[in-house]
């Protein structure tokens, strides 16, 4: 449906009225072009702009499809060529001046065409598209045909642009690419060929890339296998491949910001780095010029990157983003940068004009100069543009000669409404939003984003002024409207104030005051006719909740200015009463609502539908909101949200939307009789419309194109022209730098002093009562300082203000609250990260983790943290263990048919005896399991059953290794089980061994209690490490903060407490035998014997006498004492040794069980890493077969990879062939129509004289040199002064020129064909039969030389197709070949394994860890044959070692009898010897002190205890002694370094010494002399060496006779022992 209506043409007639449009203001944001010499066009909105140059005229082509796309011209032919922005968008071709359509080319592109580009010769057009084609196409427009196109999906391209000197090549640059295509041809078949520019490193270097599919230089690795490129290790096997680079492989490259080409067919290329490229057009290669800096560098200025470049004869001209334009002198592979222009505003676009006597200059805002060249270059203006888009815009009253614009910066131009020049400019320097003019003064209202409104006065067109400003409030302004009859200026706000103003400035725009409506005010209507004394204002907001519209009315009396006190309050607000406000709503949202004249119904634009709406206001007078019901609804035909305007006589209703469509209704029937589609919805349509006071005139502003566009009536004419008056461009300075203050706070504070004005007694009053209040209130809080802290009431309860501290309050717990939500979050996040580390580290785990330590040792053990298995792995592993069960029973089941279909193992089998039997199925049974060597591991040793493991070198295929992988991580899984079975008894054995101490120690204390020792008894614990589940329990003791009890459970519990103890006191007293025990007995019936240690003896009373007053009873009495006391303190004696006894059992049964426990440990710690050692072993295994499947797979990806490209490479090999087959076809088709061309030609020459036969043979002779004779045409010369400026000449190979050029043979030819060059006497039938003969000659020869240029054009065409064949061919055969190489790779590979082989330590030595990687020469044979061999060598020995044996033990026996008998003497001298010891055995003091010593133990710890001492003093110098060797050791390596040197310095000086001499040596050889002192000395070194040769000799002689003399003493000595007396 949109696209149906953008199809509608630019103006409509209706009712014999329509608009057109009269010109159109706008400025380029795309490249400006040059149409001719004199003319430039750039797209604005709807329309292609053109202007020109010299007489500054402005023509429109309008755009039928909307919005204006790319441009291009063609300076040529002169025609001009644009898109448009529609789904499925079109390129149309008009002609200039006359702006009539060519051609209306139509292709495939779905959205949107981004570049267009004509060829310098031809009717060649190139056009690209981005998104989602990313299409290249080549047009010939004028026959409306696509030559030739192709897409490279992902190539986002900024520019394009044909090389002058050849249309054949074409160049395309982006941000990250460079790339130049070519166009072949071959008769009507048109190919493209792109080739990519290799650009360089940001530092301008070159990176040697290095061949991705097939790498040169990959090394070659002798242990892991092949080495594959990196697209294989990624597993890639498409196209992506072939430009697969990883991450850190990818370098920054140059950024192209800009190409200009040559007249050498070469490249210039800015980067945004500042580099300078050049690229050769044929071979592509790149050179980085060098910048040549001037002896005194620019300082103000840093030239980076050229935005845009141009090429001229003397080098480059580039822009950048200072404002410059720099010149480029280039020479000889450098150039240097020098100054040639400086601009106000930073450039954009340049470029030359055809004849490169202009250079067009194009700034960022969009405004245009031209610089002129000559020998006094000037600089024009050519098109001023604003500073941005158009904001708003307004006439000025009456509207007929000037109007107003509005752009957000600031800037007010005022306009010729002519011909749209500036008369004047003034810029406020703040962002504004609104302008409207006033219909009863030449004064204007600018609103703006800070709330201020400014007026200007426009009485002189050429200088406006700001003559006043009001500022209303902070908030944005964003409506400005008068009434009709300028009587006030209504101001909305986006705080929802409509503020009036009194319009006339007579009154200095005084503010009258506000009245408040909804936030988002939409539109704002006025009716002022001047029948009446009212202004109706009506205000339009939106209700976005509700989904409805709401609006406010109400009425302004004229005389308002005269009494505005009376209808305002003190803050300015106007009081609803007075004002008649009134509110309505709607079911429906509006975007925008007008009165009508008669204030009696109410037009509204329905927002959601295509709806424009009547509503019938109520008669009578209503209160609250009253609901508006739909009185006529009309289709608007327009889509989009629109605008509503009344025309000044409010007859006419305008509609705008975002459509683009502008209509003009009537009022009263609402049908349309006038429409103009002056935008598009591309551009977000129509912002804003104004129409002048007579209805003539209409404004026309875009919201986002940029396009102001004039309207006028068809039917109205104009009188007369007015010359452009030159513009004032005066600048606003704000002089006041104090704040200003709003006005609706300067009447807040206005009415603040009334206030207090009036209520200045009450206040006092008030005052004085808070002052004394306070008073009062400091006195209480001084009172209650002075209380006791029960009695003391706290700081807040003093405040009288109960609102704030009930606030302070809710803040207080607010922020606390919020804080226990933060802290119960993070403790939850905490707690939720604690929940899944224990369940992943602790919770999942079947065997957890934990260690044992030694009880005296430092020795921990750990055992190995187990998960359980999954139901996947297990299922995994059973059908493993079952294919190679199945594997065993087929392999033992073959071997039983081979060996019953063997005859001569049966009959061995039935003579061998049942031992040997027995004998060769357990060595099956051994042979079926691996040795340790073999298997690689150790985990034989925990009992685990390897027996279904493949041999390594059996693993050749992929589900063999990865069967082996399983299995495996099985035996780790079952070595880990064991040796957590084993740590699992030994912590059993250790919660044993400190339950059975704890017993003991309960003994032990009881000891030392009796013994009264001061002995601490060793208790060990399990710590944290042995029992890691109390890190997950949180002990009472760990908690440091005090606990915190409620005053009524302590008093719970202290009453409890009281209640206990007068229950036990209670049963206490009731308990007569307990306390009657207590007293006799001391609480026990019998003595034990532990109580013997406590007994005393109690003396008897007689004892306090004196002894001389002692009676004989008393006497024997205290004897009796004295041996009672003496018994029992041999009964303490021995009691207490008994316990001393005990106490060291205990303590020795402890220790012995202890450290028994240690020993166990430290075996358990062995094999624990033993365990861990197979652990390693075996995941090392894994870890090679992983490596290896890791391999294949790389393999397999690369072997894909190599495939697919093989495939494609054959698709294209096919599709090359069918183009050399079809070019093949279509040069001999050509060639054979050339030379039946050529025939015809030499057969029109042969006849000749034939068909003037009947003629005289001298005419004929005439004749035939007039048939051979051609004109001669003179070539065009052009001015020297063009010819030299422009770099480019004559253009080659333009299509137009060869067409005139034979328009002209054809006039020269008719100049030949004149009766006046007729030879005489020829009759003119004959003449007129020769011309028309020559000119078929003429005609036929023009054409035999166009089909011998493109029959070469077509052999070259079908040359490069043969080399791309050629090409794809040699792909394929190199992918072949890399197959081949990677077949035979893969197969090396699989053979090729990495077995794991256990060797025992010192089996292998190696110096200095010299590996030996090569093997070549070496073989890998299995173990069992040298062990077969080494078994029958081992027989054979063992027989002989049995025959040796015999002989010797009959030897042996012999002397066995000897010995015994010498044996018999010796012991029967020792029996004597031991019997005379015995009789004079010696009685030393130790053996004394042993005998009568009681405490020798005690005494023997003592001296332990002292020789401990002594030797930890002995240790202390030991170490002492030890430090003082290592500092002189150090000491001495240092000399020995320098002794080192000392002797290097020498060696040194040795060797060149003996260099010398063997010189010297050599010279007197060669001399032939020997001096007889040399002699001399050369025979007594030879005496001398010979004597120290002999000396050394003896020396070793004699060492070896003293070792042999104390070998052979040592042996008697050990065979004869003596026996000597003491």
Not at 842 to 848: D, E, G, L, P
Not at 1406 to 1430: C, G, H, M, P, T
Request: charged share 30%; aromatic share 8%.
């Amino acid at each position: 449906m949109a696209q149906g209506r953008e199809r509608d043409e630019g103006y409509h007639s209706a009712g014999g009225a329509s608009l057109s449009v009269r010109w159109v203001q706008g400025f380029p944001k795309q490249n400006v072009h040059f149409v001719n010499n004199n003319t430039i066009c750039y797209p604005c909105g709807n329309y292609v702009i053109f202007i020109n140059i010299e007489t500054k005229n402005k023509t429109v082509l309008q755009c039928s499809n909307g919005i204006v796309g790319v441009v291009a011209t063609n300076i040529p032919y002169e025609v001009v060529a644009f898109s448009d922005r529609k789904l499925k968008p079109l390129i149309y071709i008009y002609s200039f001046p006359g702006l009539t359509r060519r051609t209306k080319l139509k292709g495939n592109i779905l959205l949107d065409y981004t570049l267009l580009s004509f060829s310098y010769c031809g009717t060649y057009l190139a056009s690209y598209s981005s998104l989602p084609e990313f299409e290249l196409a080549l047009w010939n427009w004028e026959s409306n045909i696509i030559l030739c196109k192709k897409s490279q999906p992902g190539m986002d391209v900024n520019q394009m642009s044909f090389n002058p000197m050849n249309w054949r090549q074409l160049c395309l640059s982006s941000p990250s690419a460079v790339s130049v295509w070519t166009i072949e041809r071959s008769n009507q078949e048109h190919h493209f060929r792109a080739r990519s520019v290799k650009l360089p490193l940001e530092d301008g270097s070159f990176f040697n890339e290095t061949d991705v599919v097939f790498p040169q230089s990959l090394p070659k690795d002798l242990i892991y296998g092949p080495v594959l490129p990196l697209s294989a290790i990624a597993g890639l096997v498409g196209e992506e491949a072939e430009t697969f680079r990883p991450k850190d492989d990818l370098y920054p490259l140059l950024h192209p910001t800009m190409h200009c080409w040559t007249p050498t067919s070469d490249l210039y290329i800015g980067c945004e780095e500042g580099h300078l490229l050049m690229i050769n057009g044929d071979t592509l290669k790149v050179t980085v010029l060098n910048k040549i800096e001037e002896e005194s560098p620019l300082v103000r200025r840093n030239f980076i990157s050229p935005v845009t470049l141009v090429y001229q004869k003397e080098g480059v001209l580039a822009s950048g983003i200072d404002g410059f334009v720099y010149s480029f002198i280039i020479k000889d592979g450098s150039y240097m940068i020098k100054d040639f222009l400086e601009i106000e505003r930073p450039v954009e676009h340049m470029t030359f004009s055809p004849n490169y006597t202009m250079l067009l200059i194009q700034t960022d805002k969009g405004s245009v100069y031209i610089y002129t060249f000559g020998e006094e270059p000037t600089l024009n203006k050519v098109l001023d543009a604003c500073d941005g888009k158009f904001q708003a815009v307004d006439f000025i009253t009456p509207g007929t000669q000037h109007f107003m614009t509005l752009t957000h910066s600031g800037e007010i131009c005022v306009w010729w409404l002519e011909d749209c020049s500036c008369v004047s400019k003034i810029y406020l320097n703040t962002p504004a939003t609104v302008l409207a003019c006033c219909p009863s003064s030449l004064s204007a209202a600018v609103g703006t984003e800070g709330g201020s409104v400014y007026f200007i006065s426009v009485y002189d067109k050429e200088s406006p002024q700001v003559v006043d400003k009001a500022f209303l409030s902070e908030s944005s302004v964003q409506h400005v409207t008068y009434d009709q009859r300028g009587i006030f200026l209504l101001v909305g706000t986006s705080e929802g104030k409509v503020f009036i103003i009194c319009a006339s400035s007579s009154r200095s725009f005084r503010i009258i005051g506000f009245t408040e409506v909804a936030k988002d005010i939409l539109q704002i209507s006025t009716v002022s006719l001047s029948e009446t004394d009212i202004v109706e204002v009506m205000v339009l907001s939106s209700l976005p909740e509700a989904g409805r519209s709401r609006l406010e009315m109400f009425t302004l009396p004229t005389l308002l200015p005269q009494v505005s006190t009376i209808f305002a309050d003190e803050r300015g607000r106007l009081k609803d009463e007075i004002i008649h406000k009134y509110l309505y709503e709607l079911e429906h949202t509006l975007s925008s609502a007008v009165l009508d004249f008669q204030s009696k119904q109410i037009y509204g634009f329905c927002s959601q539908v295509p709806y424009i709406c009547s509503y019938l206001l109520p008669k009578e007078e209503h209160m609250g909101i009253y609901i508006l019901k739909p009185y006529k609804k009309v289709q608007s035909r327009q889509y989009g949200p629109g605008m509503l305007y009344l025309s000044s006589h409010g007859l006419w209703l305008i509609t705008i939307a975002k459509c683009g469509i502008l209509c003009i209704r009537d009022v009263y029937t609402l049908e349309t009789f006038a429409r103009c589609r002056s935008h598009s919805h591309q551009g977000h349509g129509i912002q804003s419309m104004r129409i002048s006071m007579d209805g003539q005139n209409i404004l026309v502003n875009g919201r986002d194109d940029g396009t102001l566009v004039y309207l006028k009536w068809k039917y109205v004419q104009y009188s007369k022209q007015k010359a452009s008056i030159d513009s004032s461009q005066d600048e606003l300075v704000p002089t006041d730098v104090k704040k200003e203050i709003p006005w609706i706070q300067q009447k807040s504070q206005e009415a603040i002093k009334k206030e207090v004005n009036l209520f200045s007694k009450k206040r006092k009053e008030i005052k004085e009562g808070i002052k004394s209040l306070s008073k009062t209130i400091l006195n209480m809080m001084e009172e209650n300082d002075k209380l006791e802290n029960i009695a003391k009431l706290d700081q807040q309860e003093f405040g009288l203000d109960l609102e704030e501290l009930e606030r302070l309050h809710d803040e207080s717990q607010e922020e606390v609250a919020k804080m226990i939500k933060d802290i119960e979050m993070h403790n939850l996040a905490k707690s939720y990260l604690a929940e899944l580390i224990k369940e992943e580290c602790w919770n999942s785990m079947a065997v957890k983790g934990r260690a044992l330590k030694c009880f005296h040792i430092p020795c921990v053990v750990e055992n190995f943290p187990m998960k359980s298995r999954t139901v996947e792995e297990l299922k995994e592993l059973e059908r493993v263990l079952q294919q190679k069960k199945i594997e065993a029973e087929c392999l033992k089941l073959r071997k039983e048919i081979v060996e019953a279909q063997s005859g001569v193992i049966l009959v061995k089998k039935r003579h061998e005896e049942d031992d040997e039997e027995e004998e060769e199925e357990d060595k099956t049974v051994k042979c079926s399991n691996l040795p340790n060597y073999l298997l690689g591991s150790l985990s034989t040793d925990f009992g685990v059953d390897t027996s279904l493991l493949s041999s390594q070198l059996q693993l050749h295929s992929r589900e063999e290794k990865i069967n082996q992988i399983i299995l495996l991580k099985d035996i780790i899984y079952k070595v880990k089980t064991a040796f957590n079975n084993e740590f699992d008894a030994a912590y059993k054995q250790k919660e044993f061994e400190i339950t059975r101490v704890k017993e003991r120690n309960v003994r032990i204390r009881e000891i030392i209690v009796d013994l009264e020792l001061e002995e601490a008894v060793w208790q060990p614990e399990f710590e944290d490490c042995e029992k890691p589940e109390r890190t997950l329990v949180v002990q009472d003791e760990e908690i440091t903060a005090h606990k915190h009890v409620m005053p009524w459970h302590k008093a719970r519990e202290e009453l409890i407490m009281n209640r206990e103890t007068e229950h036990w006191l209670l049963i206490q007293g009731a308990n007569t035998r307990l306390r009657a025990l207590m007293d006799m007995m001391g609480g026990v019936l019998e003595v034990k014997k532990e109580d013997i240690l406590r007994m005393v003896i109690p003396q008897p009373a007689f004892m306090a006498k004196p002894d001389a007053v002692w009676t004989e009873e008393e006497r024997k009495q205290f004897k009796d004492y004295e041996k009672k006391v003496k018994e029992l303190n041999e009964e303490r004696d021995k009691y207490r040794k008994s316990l001393e006894a005990e106490l060291k059992k205990l303590q020795n049964s402890i220790q012995e069980s202890t450290q028994a426990f240690d020993e166990h440990l430290k075996r358990l710690f062995e094999r624990r890493v033993k365990a861990e050692l197979v652990t390693n072993q075996e995941e090392l295994k894994i870890s090679n077969l992983a490596f290896s499947l890791l391999l294949d797979e790389e393999l397999s990806s690369r072997e894909k990879f190599l495939n697919n490209y093989l495939t494609r490479k054959q698709l294209e090999k096919s599709q090359t062939s069918e183009a050399v087959r079809k070019s093949r076809e279509d040069l001999d088709v050509y060639k054979e129509h050339y030379d039946n061309l050529l025939a015809e030609d030499k057969v029109m020459d042969r006849s000749f004289k034939k068909e003037f036969s009947e003629i005289p043979g001298h005419q004929v002779d005439i004749l035939y040199k007039l048939f051979k004779r051609r004109p001669r045409i003179s070539k065009q010369k052009t001015h020297s002064e063009t010819t030299s400026a422009v770099p480019f000449g004559e253009l080659p190979g333009s299509g137009k020129l060869s067409k005139d050029a034979f328009a002209q043979l054809m006039k020269a030819m008719d100049e030949l064909d004149n009766i006046s060059n007729m030879p005489e006497g020829l009759n003119p039938l004959v003449w007129n039969h020769f011309c028309m003969t020559r000119r078929a000659k003429v005609e036929n020869e023009q054409k035999v030389k166009q089909k011998a240029a493109d029959l070469l054009e077509m052999a070259t065409f079908l040359r490069k197709r043969v080399e791309e064949e050629e090409k794809v061919q040699q792909e394929i055969e190199r992918v072949f070949h890399e197959l081949i190489l990677l077949q035979e790779e893969k197969v090396r590979f699989q053979l090729n394994l990495t077995i794991q082989i256990l060797l025992k330590q010192g089996q292998v030595e190696l110096e200095n860890f010299q590996l030996v990687l090569e093997y070549s020469d070496a073989i890998l044979i299995n173990r069992n044959i040298i062990e077969d061999l080494n078994s029958v060598i081992r027989t054979q020995g063992q027989k002989k070692i049995a025959s040796m044996m015999e002989t010797k033990d009959v030897h042996k026996r012999i002397l066995q009898i000897e010995w015994e008998h010498k044996k018999m003497e010796m012991e029967r001298e020792d029996l004597n010897q031991k019997a005379w010891d015995i009789q004079m055995l010696f009685f030393s003091r130790d053996r004394q002190k042993y005998l009568n010593e009681p405490n020798y133990e005690a005494l023997i710890s003592i001296q332990i205890g002292i020789m401990e001492q002594t030797i930890a003093v002995l240790d202390k110098t030991h170490k002492k002694n030890v430090e003082n060797c290592k500092k002189l050791l150090k000491k001495l390596g240092k000399f020995s370094n320098q002794k080192d040197i000392a002797n290097h310095t020498l060696s040194c000086n040795l060797r060149e010494e003996l260099v010398a001499v063997s010189e010297r040596k050599d010279i007197c050889n060669a001399m032939g002399s020997k001096l007889t002192c040399e002699k001399i000395v050369k025979e007594r070194y030879e005496n001398m060496m010979q004597q120290q040769k002999l000396t050394h000799i003896s020396k070793q002689q004699a060492e070896q006779i003293s070792i042999l003399q104390t070998e052979v003493e040592r042996l008697r000595m050990k065979t004869f022992p003596a026996l000597v007396q003491m």
